[in-house]
């Protein structure tokens, strides 16, 4: 009985990475696109977004596995795999760092800029939110990250949970005769792959977990059952809350006459206000925090996330030195000084960026899904922690997203 609480007590203490990784996920992803699916489906995309989620389970995981059994990072792999791989991922990596800090920036301060009592430009509030993010990272860093993540996790978890259980009370808005748009036609394939493409988090998020269990690691011994079972933990709560957005999009806003709005700001305020109007006024503040909660734990996560990224890349470059305390915290600054410059210059097209945003992550996840699924299995590295099902679903999750994206752009290449 001892045995088994320590073993309980050391998966806790062991517990971050994986919850992090569900923060970051749990924004753009969830309160707009999976929301988004049930409010323009209803239910039938639901299958969908768990399908997804379990056929890129093992290219995440191979991200924590690969620095548990190997004691390094998955950018150490991308680089020693080949240069054009590692040149590839830094490339598309500084990309989705600009782009990804900019737009779900912008969608928290507008939230915020929504929710509060009195008009302030959303400029100001990007910017306020930014410092605030930042402070909270280059006074306390991987520590104050840590428990901030898990503090927003439990407040989301909670909030979402009992806002989906008032949706359900209620009963759906949408008329029992009422029948829907099918989202099975080649006109709704762009909104398909983007909703995949972030779902449950862009690929390049594997790398970041690993960089993230490193920096754990440096503050305590980590075992590969307790490393797993905080990667599981989230990664399953980051699917299931996915599947509850798409219930509160298909209870509260399916069947409704108003047009929903497709733009993920727009999109997000109009979801606070259809609540109030569906469960109550009183409902607003509830949603409004969980839209809220979701944005701001992605910003401050993406900032930790990417900055880590950068600094890995070219540090492996050989462009900085090696255990430099301070290179994390220039790139800290230099990547929220690009974000915010790229919403300052080019505001009124960052919708358009960040649905690119989440093709190209789609289209570049076969590649490096199949990355990271080598370097776990080639030259004999990690082949005991690649069991026959992990073996099969990985192939079954290159086969799927391959062809998917094949056929997305044979689409957008006029050929369908």
């Known amino acids: 009985m001892q045995a088994q609480q320590q073993g309980w007590r050391g998966r806790l203490q062991a517990l971050g990475p994986g919850i992090l990784m569900a923060t970051a996920a749990i924004g753009g992803s969830h309160l707009v696109a999976s929301t988004q699916a049930g409010a323009l489906f209803g239910w039938q995309l639901i299958w969908l977004i768990l399908l997804v989620n379990i056929l890129k389970y093992p290219f995440f995981r191979f991200g924590v ?107 759906a808005n949408a008329p029992a005769d009422f029948v829907g748009p099918s989202p099975w036609q080649l006109v709704t394939l762009g909104f398909l792959v983007a909703l995949m493409g972030w779902m449950p988090a862009p690929i390049e998020i594997s790398a970041i977990s690993s960089l993230w269990l490193k920096a754990k690691l440096r503050q305590q011994a980590i075992s590969r059952q307790q490393g797993l079972f905080d990667f599981n933990l989230g990664y399953w709560l980051t699917a299931a809350l996915a599947l509850v957005f798409v219930s509160l999009g298909a209870l509260v806003q399916y069947g409704s006459e108003q047009e929903i709005a497709l733009a993920g700001a727009a999109f997000a305020q109009q979801l606070i206000g259809m609540y109030a109007s569906t469960i109550g006024d009183w409902a607003r503040p509830l949603v409004a925090l969980i839209a809220f909660l979701c944005m701001f734990g992605t910003t401050i996560t993406v900032l ?113």
């Open 65 to 171: 596995q690969y620095t548990l059994e190997h004691n390094e990072s998955l950018l150490q792999g991308y680089q020693r795999k080949g240069k054009a791989y590692f040149y590839s991922f830094i490339g598309l990596n500084i990309i989705a760092a600009v782009v990804n800090t900019a737009g779900v920036l912008l969608l928290t301060a507008s939230l915020l800029h929504y929710a509060l009592p009195w008009p302030v430009a959303v400029p100001l509030l990007c910017a306020l939110i930014l410092v605030v993010c930042l402070a909270i990272l280059l006074l306390g860093h991987y520590r104050a990250l840590d428990k901030v993540a898990k503090l927003i996790m439990l407040l989301l978890t909670v909030t979402t949970l009992a806002a989906a259980i008032i949706a359900a009370s209620n009963g």
């Open 304 to 416: 930790d996330g990417y900055a880590r990224t950068l600094n890995e890349s070219f540090t492996l470059l050989g462009w900085q030195q090696p255990g430099n305390r301070h290179s994390l915290k220039i790139w800290l600054l230099v990547q929220a000084a690009s974000g915010m410059a790229l919403i300052l210059f080019f505001s009124s097209a960052l919708g358009p960026l960040l649905t690119f945003a989440m093709t190209l992550a789609f289209l570049t996840t076969p590649v490096f899904a199949w990355l990271n699924y080598s370097l776990m299995a080639g030259a004999g590295k990690g082949a005991d922690g690649l069991n026959w099902p992990l073996k099969l679903l990985s192939w079954a999750g290159l086969v799927y997203l391959t062809g998917f994206a094949l056929l997305f752009l044979a689409w957008f290449g006029g050929f369908l």
